[in-house]
């Protein structure tokens, strides 16, 4: 076996591992903000390691460029997705659990009440 496919295959079992903790993340945590906290961060390190895994076993520049596009855009765009997706559960009325104890966002929306009520729109 060359030392090539060695590299490859460790990169898609860690990969595949990142992505098996978020699946299992998906299931057994408490709210809506840590599964998708787990799904956002594992998930994509899986799916990128895999990328890169796949830019290494192909060589072909077209593949390799796909790959590693895909891979930048799984790290460009799953935070924000994430943080837009738990900002409307927040203001939608998913509250954190109850092992939550500080609620900075909370407390930014009570600000921007107070704001809010001098002016006209």
């Known amino acids: 076996m060359m030392l090539l496919e060695i590299i490859v295959g460790i ?3 860690i990969g595949s591992s990142f992505c098996l903790v978020a699946s299992v ?3 057994r945590l408490q709210d809506v903000y840590i599964r998708m906290h787990a799904a956002s ?3 994509t ?3 990128g390691v895999m990328l ?3 830019a290494f076993y192909s060589w072909e520049v077209d593949v390799v460029t796909r790959a590693l596009a895909g891979a930048v855009f799984f ?7 994430a943080h837009l997706l738990a900002r ?3 203001i939608a009325g998913y509250r954190p ?6 609620d900075k966002f909370a407390e930014s929306l009570k600000m921007n009440e107070n704001d809010n009520l001098g002016t006209d729109k």
Do not use: D, R
């Open 52 to 54: 890169i895994a796949l």
């Open 97 to 102: 659990c109850s092992q939550t104890k500080i």
């Open 11 to 13: 990169l898609v079992l």
């Open 25 to 27: 993340g998906l299931i």
């Open 41 to 43: 961060k594992a998930g």
């Open 88 to 90: 409307a559960s927040y």
């Open 45 to 47: 390190l899986g799916s």
């Open 75 to 81: 790290l460009l765009t799953a935070p924000v997705s």
